[in-house]
Structure formats: C-alpha cells, structure tokens
C-alpha cells in the first residue's frame, strides 16, 4: 500500500500534513470547501475528518521516451520508458467525494480548470467510480503546483499520479503500487512513471494488466540533477496526446520502437552502475530519435526554438571538453540537462551564458507519490 495508515496513526498524520502543505493550497482547500460546505478553517476540515484525502507527487523527466501508443484509450505505449522523479517539484492534491454534487469541481492553482481539463479529470474519476460502484458521488478536487503551470514542465505526470492516490482512496479503494500505477496511466501515461519511487521503469506490458511502471533504483542511489532551462514559458500548440496519436504517420517511429529495449539495456545499466559517459550517450540519442520522429509525422511537430539548439550545442561541445552534462528535451522546446550534483553550479553558470535562457529549474532525483491525509 502507498503511506496506508491505520486509524490511531491519522491524527499524527493529519499534523504532519498541515505543517507540510503551503499556506496558499491551505487557504486554497478552506475558501472552497468553506464556499462548498460552510466550513471554517483548515485545522476543523482536518480535525472533523471528512472524506477528503490529500496526495502529494513529483513530476519525472523521461531518460528514454515513450512516444506512442498502441491503445489510445487504454494509453498502452508504443515502448518502454525509463524515468527518474524530480524531487524538488511537486502537486499536492486533495479529493472529496460527495453525493450532493451534481457535478466535478476541478480549481487547479487557485483557479476554476477549464471544460478541457474537468472533462479529462471527470471522465478519469468515472474509471474510479465504476470500479468502487459509486457513481452517485462526485469529487471536489483542488490541485496545487509548486511550481508555475506553462512553464514546460509536464505537470500532468504528477497531477494524474497524485489525482489517482487521492481519489482511489477517498473511494476506499486499497491499490498497490502495481495497481495505481496503471490506474495513473490512464490519466496520462508519464503518470504511471510518477507513483513509484526514484528512477522508474515503465514496462510496456501485453495489455493494462501488465503494463506499468516499477522503480530501479531508489532517489538516493544516484545524485543526478536535472536543471531545466526554460526557452518559452508558453503553453505548446500540441500537447503530447495529441502528438502521440501522430507518431505512426512517422517513417521512423517503426525503427525507433524496435530499437527500444537496446536503448533500454544500456540506459538502465548505466544508471545502475552510474556511468555517466553511457548514460549522457544513450539518453541525447533517445530523445532526438524522438524529435526526429515528431519532425517526420503527418502533420510535422517542431517543438525546438533557436535557443533550444544553442543549448543542445553549448552542452554537447562542453561534454567533449570534460564537463559530464547531457540534454534531454520533452514535448516542448525547454532543456533538461542532466549532470551530477557536484557539476550543477558550473553547469547552471554555462547555461546562465545563453540568450533566451529566461529561467532555470533545479530538481534532485525523487520519492514515490505520497498520501498526506
Ligand atoms: O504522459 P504524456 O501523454 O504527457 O506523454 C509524455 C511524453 C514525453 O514527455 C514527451 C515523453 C515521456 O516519456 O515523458
């Protein structure tokens, strides 16, 4: 069970989760359960325990990439995927269900969520509500980053991932890990990389049963760092599920699939044996075959900016100088650029060099998704 407690430990938890959630999702959870329910503070939301559980995940930078799926609406990737969580960034939310809602409520930072995104969180409560056989009831969740949406970070990892722990057991609902990992998938498949702990691997599975992710090595193992470099703070013309639906109109989506567990091996043992040299070689080669497949479907994805290229460079020429740094780049046109703690300071003044460069982002490896209260 992920952080299951039993009755008697709730309250001790209960304190250590008001002393860890930010004043502004306190004030958040208060004004709109107060505007729900006539409730007063945060402390007799908590002492009065109602229904409402509170989860909290991290977001993870993908090392070797899933781009694809073969069940769209099952989300079963079209590859294995290998990932580690950033421990410095984080969602914290809290569910309640109740069966005097006519609808979902979804304020997200402190703001009403768009039809979009209540729709995409309703309809994942639905596969809830249906496996609980309760739905009757609807859900207030109120969902906090901390760190700015649109900045290009994917959120929706950590946002499914802790959606997925609150709600199951708001519902009752006992997962294991195994099981709301896949739960987390279905919300958005980076998800399922963000329930267990540290660096994770998403095995692709025959079908749902199977296909979810498991940690390799825990957070501690490896004092990697990413510092992610942002270009453009703007929210991407294609999201990535609706990029991943284009990536088998690529001519080489096929090859980059079957060379995929090569990838793999080698990305996985270089973490398990922290050898940088392999793994800076293997995860730059995996995330421009990616690229190189977005740039290749029908219609073309071209997510990289100038200065997207001027880091790809600045980082490669720095590596055949010595510096063990390497570049990672997602749905979007910001730099993840991994290297060890003791080079982050060295590595962050060299990215500081580069126009367009506009802020960077400094997250340690993780720990798995947590239920707070
Ligand atoms: O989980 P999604 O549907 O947002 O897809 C994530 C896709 C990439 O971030 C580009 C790659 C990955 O493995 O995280």
Redo the contacts with the bound molecule.
């Keep these: 069970m992920i952080g299951r407690t039993s009755k008697c430990e709730s309250k001790n938890i209960f304190l250590h989760a008001h002393h860890s959630l930010t004043d502004n999702f306190k004030m958040t959870v208060e004004k709109n359960i107060h505007d729900k329910l006539g409730i007063i503070t945060f402390d007799q939301i908590l002492s009065m325990k109602t229904d409402s559980v509170i989860a909290l995940a991290h977001p ?3 090392f ?4 694809g799926n073969r069940d769209e609406a099952l ?1 079963l990737p079209a590859n294995g ?1 290998l ?1 580690m969580n950033l421990g410095a960034l984080s969602t914290t939310t809290s569910v309640e269900f109740r069966s005097d809602l006519k609808q979902d409520d979804l304020i997200i930072d402190n703001v009403n969520a768009p039809p979009a995104a209540l729709q995409r969180v309703s309809s994942f409560l639905d596969i809830l509500r249906e496996r609980a056989q309760k739905q009757h009831l609807k859900a207030i969740v109120i969902s906090e980053n901390n760190f700015p949406m649109g900045a290009g970070i ?1 959120s ?2 950590s946002a499914f991932a802790a959606l997925a722990a609150s709600a199951s057991r708001a519902l009752g609902l006992e997962l294991d890990e195994g099981e709301l990992s896949r739960l987390a998938r279905r919300g ?4 399922c ?1 963000s329930i267990p702990a540290g660096f994770v691997e998403w095995q692709m599975g025959r079908a749902d049963e199977d296909s979810y992710a498991h940690s390799i090595a825990p957070a501690e193992h490896w004092d990697l760092v990413d510092l992610i470099a942002i270009v453009n703070d703007t929210h991407k013309e294609v ?3 609706a ?2 639906a284009l990536a088998g109109s690529s001519p080489l989506q096929a090859s980059r699939v079957a060379d995929c567990p090569r990838r793999m091996q080698l990305c996985r043992q270089a973490i398990l044996k922290k050898d940088f040299s392999t793994f800076a070689e293997i995860v730059e080669l995996d995330s421009h075959l ?1 690229h190189a497949v977005m740039m290749t479907s029908s219609p073309a994805l071209l997510y990289w900016e100038p200065a997207t290229i001027a880091i790809l460079k600045k980082i490669r020429d720095a590596r055949l100088q010595g510096l063990q740094a390497c570049c990672t780049v ?2 979007g046109p910001n730099v993840h650029v991994l290297c060890l703690a003791q080079d982050a300071n060295q590595v962050e003044r060299l990215l500081q060099t580069i126009p367009d460069v506009a802020t960077i982002y400094r997250s340690p490896a993780g720990g798995g998704v947590q239920v707070l209260a």
């Design positions: 993870n930078i993908a070797i990439k899933y781009w989300r995927s990932s994917a929706s990892a958005s498949g980076s998800a990389r999201g990535s599920s990029g991943h990616m997602d749905a």
